[in-house]
């Protein structure tokens, strides 16, 4: 009989990036779906197929899961569950394999966002219609999301769960989507939902009353206990709207070494914990959101101890004052520091200091043709990110030129219509040339 266990669907890509005055250049989510992939995280939401300025990112990663560069994590995309979204996306995105497709579920919801003008029924036929579209593009995984999860009427989101089980969804995404949701009552709704309707259940937590990671990994033991997989929707770092979502190294840490289910619940074997904080650091950097140092396993304070009884234990035996060992979390790598000379390269940067930032990465180009093509893709790289670029980055555009610069490649969908084309049409251009001087 098969172990049900415990997976995770990374969403930083998707929901990380709607943290309010942040984002993240495609380049940088690309290494952050690399990263997860070495890692061995299941799945990312990498992003949203309907959006126009994603798709040549969404289709160069693609091609990198055809390369066999991405090989363990899977890549999803995120869509209204809407027929005509759904194909759209697969339009866009030709290879998209996986997909989340999101309705909103709660009273609050249906009258507050739709105005009386959809029923509960109309967003389960809208739903079932879209799975069906998916299902007739090749989609290979899908699952089906409802916003507001924890305020909805859990006899009707069994009744949206099935229905879409019947057209052909595979998962049921439990959204907590105002972090309401408590560790005790997710335990019994999740746990009624899966037994109820046999399906795979994901947890997608918010951490408004900072609950995010008790409800997720509750959930997820309520799914494990009622028979089905479980799947922990996480970001790096809890990055995500208002207060976040669940943290992804501190839910790992939870099932791996609290009392309850070290031991019990068990994780997807892909998972490499000692990537961690290489991830953590990078999308730290990416974002330009400092890590947290009281932050679990990868905050600065997270193995400090202050002088006395604590640090006395430790260093007498690490283990009578941390639970687990920092080595676990990879960050007991050298720190490299450099003194004096530091030569970077950037959007002005010149071809000999961008030699020499290679040189000391050990990469070597064949001829002067090739090392000026890739000094100009990291010189758009620059200008891209705004961020002095680090050695994966500079790694990826050496390795794959070709996506690296298709990632990077964002052409505006600029087709005047309506008002705004009489207004173009309309325009002087001689009038913008030179300032009018007005004498009195």
């Not at 283990?319 to 979390?329: I, P, Q, S, T, W």
């Not at 020499?356 to 790289?381: S, W």
């Not at 994966?392 to 600029?414: C, D, G, H, N, Q």
Request: charged share 25%; with cysteine.
């Amino acid at each position: 009989m098969k172990e049900n266990k415990i997976y995770f669907v990374d969403v930083t890509n998707r929901d990380g990036v709607q943290t309010s005055r942040l984002g993240l250049a495609k380049l940088q989510k690309t290494i952050i779906n690399l990263m997860l992939d070495e890692m061995g995280i299941t799945q990312s939401e990498f992003g949203f197929p309907t959006t126009k300025h994603e798709i040549n990112y969404l289709n160069g990663n693609l091609e990198l899961v055809a390369r066999n560069v991405i090989t363990t994590t899977k890549l999803s995309g995120w869509m209204r569950a809407i027929a005509s979204d759904v194909e759209l996306s697969f339009n866009n995105v030709p290879k998209l394999k996986n997909v989340n497709l999101s309705q909103s579920t709660s009273e609050q919801m249906i009258n507050g966002k739709y105005q009386g003008k959809k029923t509960p029924q109309d967003l389960i036929g809208m739903t079932v219609d879209a799975v069906k579209c998916a299902v007739s593009k090749g989609a290979e995984i899908i699952g089906v999301n409802a916003e507001d999860a924890s305020r909805s009427d859990i006899d009707y989101l069994i009744k949206y769960a099935k229905e879409s089980k019947k057209a052909g969804a595979q998962r049921f995404r439990y959204c907590d989507t105002l972090g309401f949701e408590d560790p005790k009552t997710t335990y019994d709704r999740i746990y009624k939902i899966a037994r109820e309707t046999g399906m795979s259940i994901e947890l997608h937590f918010h951490n408004d009353l900072g609950m995010a990671v008790g409800c997720s990994v509750m959930g997820a033991k309520a799914a494990i206990d009622a028979g089905v997989d479980a799947y922990i929707n996480t970001a790096i770092n809890g990055m995500g709207e208002r207060a976040g979502n669940a943290d992804l190294v501190s839910c790992l840490l939870a099932i791996l070494k609290s009392a309850g289910f070290k031991g019990e619940y068990h994780i997807d074997p892909n998972i490499d914990l000692s990537k961690a904080w290489q991830l953590a650091k990078y999308t730290s950097y990416a974002f330009g959101v400092p890590i947290p140092m009281n932050q679990p396993a990868v905050g600065d304070n997270a193995f400090a101890h202050e002088s006395g009884i604590h640090a006395d234990g430790a260093l007498k035996d690490r283990r009578n004052y941390e639970l687990y060992d920092f080595e676990e979390l990879g960050r007991g790598e050298p720190e490299i520091i450099e003194t004096g000379r530091m030569i970077t390269t950037g959007e002005y940067g010149g071809i000999k200091g961008f030699r020499n930032v290679y040189d000391n990465l050990e990469l070597e180009f064949k001829d002067e043709h090739e090392a000026r093509n890739i000094l100009e893709l990291v010189r758009y790289a620059n200008v891209h990110t705004q961020k002095p670029l680090t050695s994966s980055e500079l790694r990826f555009i050496y390795y794959y030129p070709e996506i690296a610069a298709k990632i990077m490649t964002v052409s505006p969908y600029y087709e005047p219509q309506g008002a705004i084309k009489d207004r173009v049409e309309a325009v002087s251009y001689t009038h913008l040339t030179l300032p009018t001087i007005l004498r009195v």
